[in-house]
């Protein structure tokens, strides 16, 4: 059997950059890597404390996946490791089947990183990528933002020194309102201070690096170390005036160590109770993932092939799952970093995944002090720029069903947690699109004295015989619409006693299903036994070749012409009388 | 306060047709009445055994709704009453509630034919009779089909004589032919002759007759009353042969009088377990008695108004949830016979249900004698005629998606029950929509030589420019499809380098939503940092209004072109080298 090297180069994409690597492009992957792995870091830790799961597990969940997407992935700069929403929607999903803390917890995220990499392979194998089509762009907004709400103030507490529960914004405020009585001064200043500092370098430290002579590219590795430099002096705060005592909470210990080997559960009950979770973060993180990376890539006019990158991603979260870590995807803002930085190729991600590993190795012993307030402040820094509530007022300027799906997302995602959220999201814009369908624009329409031009008759003054009607459908055809055409015709036909021949004007019909076909044959039958005749015009190729293969065309009492002025022309005789015929003179226009 | 008599009309047909009714119109209606009363006793009794209630309910489901539906609803021949599918839809809501026989049984399908009269009254006066729409053609044709057959099935239990379960297929030919040996000669005996005369009567009674040189009405007359002959038959000869001390199964003890006066039940856990099947039996319903009444509304050029028979069918359900009955719609071949009779107004439906309020004071006293493997009989031989499988072969010719669909429902609706098989081909109907719009015909276009026409260049010889791709979509822009279409335009782009310019023909695009626009927008940026210029032409005018409110065109890096020749002519200067201008001579074409 020959092997087919463009196919496998297609599987394994890094066959391809691999053969053509350079020290040039090492070198460049190289700093790219040290600033995303600076990052990353504290991002990591972060994410995990946002699961509800051990610290390390986010180191785990930053190493071998992203040798995983280095092999796999078609994007040059995709950063791949915990992300803020699908920490949260983790969270959600295994807070339903165990007790945060505990070891069934920490394994059900295991299982969940593993059910969720299965889907994203089985749906690049079969090339199911289109299934992510239908997580509208005004869902996915929508639900972005609300999320980056709900797990702002779910770290609330961790600022606050508190305890709070819940997945939905009242239970989590309801819950950190009755505790905040509870609170900590010193846990509170070390988490305001941070947050504050991490604001400050965000916006404020890398201009005033600049503006000290310092080169873009060294301010720019420093003003990303902001998050690191809070979390080593938070440690050392927390380790020289002994918070531990006074009622600080601190990550506390971390094994230190290579990722252990772990193995997803397979007990039916949890797979079964997992598996829609493992579904909609499968699909959220695919499309997060797969649009920062297109956007990336078509600044250097490179490729990316959505159907890889779901294999990409599922080989990362099988990784994930096998190294303990949890779900895992594309992040946004790593991405971007990691592109900024100049990383040329997946080896960067390989090399991120090699800086985080010598930091669970040697790092870890010093993570003990390090108060969670911190990490809580890293957190709300990061998703409040996820936070854009513009949405809400573009949609209400362009399309107000999109407004509705929009509102609809944050407020029950907000409301009713990340699943409900997304799931009725979905479910709404796909009733409003069929709702929208369902009700075409339809036009009766006359001919524009003196061209071939057919118009609204509402809107323009155009000829038209009292005894033939034409109709303009501006849409598919299709069940959900059938049957308004179907009353549309009979309303025009009952009110007026004198027609004769109604004309279906089609050239937005892009398609006729067999319902809408029923409708038609149901409407020819009908205007038959009201001696009325039934006539088709500019009907497009691939949907007459439908027709023809059930002879509707036969069974129809009128014509089909291919243009409305050959039926207008042949059933009203205007040729003659009104407008300028191809090769004949001009003549008066009876109105 | 002045009363709109045109809404009140509306509201109440009655009072239209009411105001012109004469003589003649009396004498049309009583004779069709008759018919159809003698039609209706032997189906009512029949179908509330197919229902699993006590034969009286179906006198009563005969009665009060409809002269309902005399003053609501809009149909002048639709014969209200009992129908098969609703039938057995009821016993499978009841039957997840109650067992059969019981008191809480008949109160179940009392409360699920008032829930269902409500929801069809709330549908019609918030004009929801769009919703009915979601219900496609194959659909319906396939579940028809699938409940005749599980009709049929579920009967031969009283042909045989045996006791058998089950809402599924294999449920009850699994327990049919389990208790297969317990059967009764005499009922089997019955059974088979009835059913075998009734077919008799179907085909060949009519012909006979008027060979005979019957008058056609008189024969009309004589042939309908063939299950009243069959009833009359089989009742005396249980009279006469003690067939009750043979094991023949009897109806029994019927209560005679008028209809009591009954109250739904208001418990929140029945309604709430009761509300999906009630909102089916509506949809089902209300789709398959519009269908019938649009069909015989228009051989007389008459006008059904749907929402008003929402109107109408609810309040007939209602009347039935308050005198004792269950869910009614309109029966198919009950309209047609009525029509053929030659009913006028809805007053025939009146006089019908006095007829069977005659039947139900004076008649049930002998009813106590009437073999059910009679009843059985005339049901399978009334369901016969819904299952049609050619829908199977038609669909299969016209389109696949819509195959899929009627084969889908009918496998699932015999597999497992009318409720899953229906609700299961909605959704896939709907998936199968978007996932073909989500996949839209999109062609790359060249100009024809010669003419200002551009067509697709796989097919054509046209005329192109390397630095320029035009691309035509051939449907509307919206979340299921926005991402095919980048991905679509990324793919071309990349494959070729010269390109500089890229058109996007969009006289097929009838809406773009929010998710399209962003799509637009990302490719425009997207191509923009690839150097490539992003045009439109031929974009509709709602469309155009749509993109103007958000400023899009502003924001695009090239133009919108009112035709595509326009286009070519301003960015291939095509003009003046290969095509005939308006008002310029031709000249020669550089291919």
Known sequence: MRINSEKLRGYFPILDWGSRYNRDRLSNDLVAALIVTIMLIPQSLAYALLAGLPAEMGLYASIAPLLAYAVFGTSRVLAVGPVAVVSLMTAAAVGNLALQGTAEYAAAAITLAFISG???????????????????????????????????????????????????????????????????????????????????VRKGLKPLLLATGLGPRMAEILAKAGPVAAVALTTIAAWTFGFEARGVALVGEVPSGLPPLTLPGFSPQVWSSLFGS????????????????????????????????????????????????????????????????????????????????????????????????????????????????????????????????????????????????????VLLSILLHLYKTSRPHVAEVGLVPGTEHFRNIDRHDVLTRDHLVT????????????????????????????????????????????????????????????????????????????????????????????????????????????????????????A
Chains 1, 2 share one sequence.
């Open 118 to 200: 299965l889907i994203l392979l089985v749906m690049g194998l079969f090339r199911l990528g289109f299934l992510a089509n239908f997580l509208s762009h005004p869902v996915i907004a929508g639900f972005i933002t609300a999320s980056g709400i709900l797990i702002a103030t779910s770290q609330l507490k961790h600022i606050f020194g508190v305890q709070a529960q819940g997945h939905t914004l009242p239970q989590i405020l309801g819950s950190l309102l009755s505790n905040l009585g509870d609170f900590n001064w010193i846990t509170l200043m070390v988490g305001v201070s941070t947050t504050a500092f991490l604001f400050w």
């Open 278 to 425: 493992a579904l909609l973060i499968s699909v959220i993180g695919f499309v997060e993932s797969v649009s920062v990376a297109q956007t990336l890539a078509a600044k250097k006019r490179q490729r990316i092939v959505p159907n890889q990158e779901l294999i990409g991603l599922g080989a990362s979260n099988v990784a994930s799952a096998i190294s303990g870590g949890f779900p895992v995807t594309g992040g946004f803002s790593r991405s971007v970093v990691n592109f900024d930085a100049g990383a040329e190729t997946p080896a960067a991600g390989a090399f991120t995944a090699v800086g985080i590993m010598l930091a669970a190795v040697f790092l870890t012993p010093l993570l003990f002090f390090l108060p969670k307030a911190t990490l809580a402040a890293t957190i709300i820094v990061a998703v409040l720029s996820l936070v854009d509530l513009s949405i809400l007022r573009t949609t209400w300027t362009y399309a107000r069903s999109d407004f509705a799906a929009v509102s609809a997302t944050v407020v029950l995602t907000l409301g009713f947690g990340v699943e409900v959220g997304v799931s009725s999201g």
């Open 471 to 590: 109709i303009r459908v501006d849409e598919s055809l299709y069940f959900a619409n059938a049957r308004f055409l179907e009353d549309l015709i009979y309303d025009r036909v009952t009110k007026d006693c004198p027609v004769t021949d109604v004309v279906l004007m089609c050239p937005a019909v892009n398609d006729i299903d067999a319902s809408a076909l029923e409708s038609l044959e149901a409407i020819n039958h009908r205007l038959q036994d009201m001696g009325i005749r039934l006539h088709l015009s500019e009907v497009k190729g691939p949907v007459m070749d439908k027709l023809q293969r059930v002879d509707f065309v036969g069974d129809l009492s009128g014509q089909v012409f291919l243009s409305q002025y050959e039926a207008m022309r042949a059933l009203a005789d205007v040729g003659d009388q009104t407008v300028k015929l191809p090769g004949a003179s001009q003549v008066k226009t009876q």
